[in-house]
Structure formats: structure tokens, C-alpha cells
Antibody, heavy 118, light 112 residues
Framework: QVHLVQSGAEVKKPGASVKVSCKVS????????MHWVRQAPGKGLEWMGN????????IYAQRFTGRVTMTEDPSTNTAYMELSSLVSADTAVYYC???????????WGQGTLVTVSS | NFMLTQPHSVSESPGKTVTISCTRS????????VQWFQQRPGSSPIIVIY?????PSGVPDRLSGSIDRSANSASLTISGLKTEDEADYYC???????????FGGGTKLTVL
């Protein structure tokens, strides 16, 4: 059984950075392309980017380029998403998600609430 | 770059059929597969349709997906509506020009 377990809620001040983790169990992270999706309160889903470990490449949504970094640690089977220069509009639930059984995002983490407030 | 536009909300009675549309702003809807996700309040999204019309294991056949090339849109149809179908639904596709994944704005389905 595949599980994606994310780190706990964070409260950050404007201008700070946040790093969210996503630990994978039941599958080898190297075989997965991990995506990150966020959802602001009361808003829709927004794709942020993905990391493909097979070629080490990352694709970021344009609006996050320069502020987001997606990485992985094969030794702990954990993916990370770091977002810098936080503003209040970055307050959202951040999800890691990947395709395992089908060619679509069929496994999701439980979400991590990041609150940006002074 | 393209956008996927969904109606903000739809409502229908239990037992009836509802269709949620997802219109692609530019480029052909048939160029890239469309997926549909269901999200209940406080929960992570769940995929209910992939590759335009395929149902993942465990998704009831009351849910179906299709694309309409003439309207440049995709649709999610739910028949025999149940109160448990009440949720937000999102369409999603892939933009080959910049390798980005695109979500529609979401549709709130009310079953009343």
C-alpha cells in the first residue's frame, strides 16, 4: 500500500521560507515523479511543479519560478518543496501528489497548511 | 498556454443526472488527456476519471467522462446522483508547450 505522509502545519512571517516534506512508503521514490499542488483557502487547485528523479529534472509553473525548489532524498524516500520570499497570498494547503497505479495523479498526501502572517 | 474553464457551481436532485463542463481556451481539447478530481471539504482530491474517460478502480460507473471536439470541452457526467456525490470537481490537463499541468477553477456540485 502506497502512502504519502506530509509534514505538519507551519506558520511563517512574510519574507521567510518554508520547506514541506512528503515521505513515501510502499514505493520507491526514484520510480515516481512527484508533483506539488496548492490550494488557498476557499480557492481551487493550483499546480506548482514536479520533480522527475529519473533525469533529475524539475518543471516549475512560471509564477513560482525563482521562488520554489523541489528536491528529493532517496535515502529517506522523502520529497521536499521549498518556497521562499513568502507573502500572505502563499497561505494555502500544499499537497504532494504522484501517479502510481495509473497515468494520472492517483495518490495524494494529506496536505500541509502553511500560514503566512506577520 | 491555455486555461480550463468550469462553471462555478451546479445543483441537481438525488437520482438525477448532472454534467460538468470544462472548456479549453486555446488548442484542441483532444491534444492532451483530461482528468477529473473530486474533493470533499477538508479532504485531499481523489481522481475519478483519467485519460478523458477511464475510471480508476473503485470509482462507480455512475461517473463517466467524455470530450467534445466541436465545443473544445470535456465533460464529467454523474448519473443516479447521491448525496455523497456532493463535492468540488476539478478538471486537469497538460500543456505540451511549457510542460505545465493545468487545473480548471473547480465546480461545486450540490445535491439537494
Amino acid at each position: 500500500q502506497v502512502h504519502l505522509v506530509q509534514s505538519g502545519a507551519e506558520v511563517k512571517k512574510p519574507g521567510a521560507s518554508v520547506k514541506v516534506s512528503c515521505k513515501v512508503s510502499g514505493y520507491t521514490l526514484f520510480e515516481l515523479s512527484m508533483h506539488w499542488v496548492r490550494q488557498a483557502p476557499g480557492k481551487g487547485l493550483e499546480w506548482m511543479g514536479n520533480f522527475d528523479p529519473q533525469d533529475g529534472g524539475t518543471i516549475y509553473a512560471q509564477r513560482f519560478t525563482g521562488r520554489v525548489t523541489m528536491t528529493e532524498d532517496p535515502s529517506t524516500n522523502t520529497a521536499y518543496m521549498e518556497l521562499s520570499s513568502l507573502v500572505s497570498a502563499d497561505t494555502a494547503v500544499y499537497y504532494c501528489t504522484t501517479a502510481v497505479m495509473i497515468p494520472a495523479l492517483d495518490y495524494w498526501g494529506q496536505g500541509t497548511l502553511v500560514t503566512v502572517s506577520s | 498556454n491555455f486555461m480550463l474553464t468550469q462553471p462555478h457551481s451546479v445543483s441537481e436532485s438525488p437520482g438525477k443526472t448532472v454534467t460538468i463542463s470544462c472548456t479549453r481556451s486555446s488548442g484542441s481539447i483532444a491534444s492532451n488527456y483530461v482528468q477529473w478530481f473530486q474533493q470533499r471539504p477538508g479532504s485531499s482530491p481523489i481522481i475519478v476519471i483519467y485519460e478523458d474517460n477511464q475510471r480508476p478502480s473503485g470509482v462507480p460507473d455512475r461517473l463517466s467522462g467524455s470530450i467534445d471536439r466541436s465545443a473544445n470541452s470535456a465533460s464529467l457526467t454523474i448519473s443516479g446522483l447521491k448525496t455523497e456525490d456532493e463535492a468540488d470537481y476539478y478538471c486537469q490537463s497538460y500543456d505540451s508547450s511549457n510542460h505545465n499541468w493545468v487545473f480548471g477553477g473547480g465546480t461545486k456540485l450540490t445535491v439537494l
